[in-house]
């Protein structure tokens, strides 16, 4: 990991919707301090005055020129451009950081060390570009992961988008609380953003990509006795369970916990339905069977979409349905599902095979 | 589909072992034909005096100069050179190809296609490098393969490398027999070759892996009724089973042909135990059902490993302990398999939720 940053985050014109779901996540769960905000629509409030969950005085300026009394190390491009194609306006904003020495850091889809614009105000600067999606060379899956001593735990979905990151960036905090040597580790970019590390597992080749977990988890077991790890997709999604189950193999994980968000019926962009609790369970854990055994240690709603009596029902109908641990650790705290499911997380599982016999 | 080719195959030192696997898959499958093996050791003899089953009279020679006069358009390079790097006499024959104008197809990890020496001998000689494991770019997965007309089988197995690629030639062959239009889909470098067409799914970035495998059978279902599409890894390898999940959500399949290797009991580099019949069964169409539903239609015994008894033995096990048709497609010919499981191959399964009401 590298030294803390100081954030500037470059956010125009969408800092209070959800395309700057990445700015807002480093502000919420980053150790990094944001220290202002560049949005010329919101110029002269502070982030607590937009988004008051927040919690942040952070002031909100109009160019990157502004931020720099702040003493940021970096700015992070954390919104797509509507389109894709990034306006010549936030060209010249991102090169005026470079210019100023500024690290840039980029969750967009474009490469913006590839540019030769970037590329040489970095030079210039005597600064460097870190395009957080794009992953590094990683060996296959060895088998390694089975052999390290920390407790790991995978954050598991009915679907992509649910709150897997979230949940598991709670549950870390919870572990914290009770003096648990806890670590996050992020597989997706906003996730990679907040942890100052990770790899974007969407991104790595298929024959890889449970290599690529495997060696997140190694290295943070270095300095964790216990792991959170950020799952994706979901086991029934057409498009993503290679990368799901990428991710239940690469990691070896001892515990799974099961991330629903209450609102949803359909996978993300498909009309499949999404599996029932029971279900889940009995495909993650099915499939954990065959290779290293690990139960779902309990389920984290995401009830944002109903009011607090729904909440409370819907919470109430996981437990009965499945006999497990239920709550939703945004609304409720996390350390009440923490504390439920820390039994659950106090075991390793062992490898079928030989590796049961070492 | 280019137009066919004549092949000239390098092998040098190695025609006669399983590293020139690539080699004998193209001489005993694909529709190019072989009209010349280059391998020193061998060279006066023809392909049937060193592998008899092969059944080709091809001529070895010794240099890739003296395959000239049979008229290859192609050299393939069809065994990876031992430790990795290409040895200094091969790369020589492979120049001297691309001067004769010859086309190059490497199925190596490196790209000869990136090589300065060799891209300069390809213009030099007015020709093309084709690296088959470098994909191209496809689109995520967007369920068009839930509507292709032809009927799509694909092969699963209980580890990899236990034969998925060649039952799902052998098949084809059986069912041409019947008169049906039925073609083979390569998603590995071996098959690729053979087929003449196909994506490596394993290279391909793991998000746009589904999408690699639907692209492949909405473009072979253009013309054909039914399709037979080569399964990658197994659903519990440690490794490999995102590539596994990535063909058996991204194929749609209708049905599934389970293939095993009876001398099998880990997966491959793994301690890890295979699952059983019933378990892989379970665990295939679990995930099938979840999706789009497809049943297991047979499994697909590779006994090369038993005496005749112990196979036919083998065989009345699976039959006993599945309930399916059971069969060795190489060493007992593909018609009695495809006969018994042809009506599982009937009709067309229809992806869940809205897309089943349409």
Chains 1, 2 share one sequence.
């Not at 979905?157 to 580790?185: H, N, P, Q, Y």
């Not at 996981?318 to 009440?336: I, K, N, S």
Request: glycine share 8%; aromatic share 6%.
């Amino acid at each position: 990991m590298s030294d803390a940053r100081r954030y500037a985050i470059l956010a125009p014109g969408a800092f209070d919707d959800t395309r700057a779901k990445t700015a807002h996540g480093v502000i919420a769960y980053a150790e990094d301090e944001t220290v202002a905000v560049v949005d010329p629509e919101h110029a002269g409030k502070r982030v607590r005055d937009v988004l008051p969950y927040l919690a942040s005085d952070a002031p909100i300026v109009a160019r990157v020129a502004q931020t720099l009394p702040f003493r940021p190390t970096s700015l992070l491009v954390g919104v797509a451009p509507p389109g894709g194609a990034l306006p010549q306006a936030w060209r010249g904003e991102i090169v005026a950081a470079l210019d100023a020495g500024l690290e840039v850091v980029s969750g967009l889809h474009q490469t913006l060390g590839d540019d030769p614009e970037f590329s040489l105000a970095a030079k210039r600067g005597g600064t460097t570009i870190w395009d957080v999606r794009i992953p590094p060379q990683v060996p296959l899956f060895s088998g390694r992961a089975y052999d390290v001593a920390a407790r790991v735990v995978l954050t598991v979905g009915s679907d992509c988008a649910v709150g897997k990151m979230t949940v598991a960036l709670e549950l870390v905090k919870a572990a914290r609380a009770r003096s648990i040597r806890a670590r996050f580790v992020a597989t997706g970019q906003t996730g990679i953003v907040i942890a100052g590390s990770g790899i974007a597992i969407d991104r790595v080749i298929s024959d890889f990509a449970s290599g690529a977990a495997e060696t997140l988890v190694v290295e943070a077991a270095r300095d964790a006795e216990l792991i959170l790890v950020e799952g994706q997709g979901g086991i029934n999604h057409p498009a993503f369970a290679a990368v799901t189950l990428a991710l239940v193999y690469g990691c070896a994980p001892d515990a799974l916990v099961l991330v629903h968000d209450s609102a949803r019926r359909t996978v993300h962009g498909f009309p499949t339905p999404l599996l029932s609790y029971r279900q889940l369970i009995r495909t993650y854990e099915g499939l954990c069977a065959g290779v290293k055994p690990a139960r779902v240690a309990g389920i984290a709603l995401n009830t944002r979409n109903l009011d607090e009596a729904s909440a409370r029902t819907a919470i109430e109908r996981a437990r009965d349905e499945t006999g497990l641990p239920a709550d939703d650790v945004v609304r409720f705290g996390p350390q009440a599902l923490y504390d439920a499911m820390a039994p659950a997380f106090a075991a390793k599982t062992h490898a079928l095979g030989a590796w049961a016999e070492r």
